[in-house]
């Protein structure tokens, strides 16, 4: 057999060593050989061991371990929720609360001022709202689906609107 042109018999391959193969070989061959064994080694040392996949953030199980503490998480049926699925982001955003209008109402009515509007983790087109538990009734009996506007976040204070009509000012003049 012939390898690296030298004649290589069975008994003469077995009884020859490694070392003596290597030195054996010509200058050009051990230079190739030494540059395997060094790039080798380089890429050997260079691997980043392999860890367990970091873990993603994932969506919660359940939103109720994340309430603060005197506040009360509201589900609602929002009328215009495709369209704030676009607008608002992962999580959801500061808003107003409208009633919809129906045959038996008038709508346009203020429900609620700059409330917290949450999307649910395990169905981003549900929404609702994060409001203090004395006034989460309120909200409450009025009867939804309600319309949401996007309001600026960095506005503080919330509040929820009273249904009271204020007294209207009346001005008579008279000659």
Known sequence: MKIL??????????ATNLVNKIKELKFEHKLLLGGFIILGAITFLNSKPTLPPATAET??????????????????????????????GNMGGVVDLYLTPTDARKGGVRVASRVKLVRAPRNPDQFAI??????????????????????????????????????????????
Request: no cysteine; proline share 6%.
């Open 5 to 14: 042109n030298k004649e290589i018999s069975a008994s003469n391959f077995q």
């Open 59 to 88: 969506a919660p199980e359940s939103l109720d371990t994340f309430i603060p503490q005197g506040l009360t998480l509201i589900p609602l049926e929002i009328a215009n929720s495709e369209a704030l699925s676009s607008i608002v």
């Open 130 to 175: 994060l409001v203090k538990e004395t006034e989460g009734q309120r909200i409450l009996q009025q009867n939804g689906p309600f319309i949401a506007v996007v309001q600026n976040p960095e506005v503080r204070g919330g509040k929820l609107t009273t249904t009271e009509k204020q007294n209207a000012v009346r001005i008579e003049y008279s000659n």
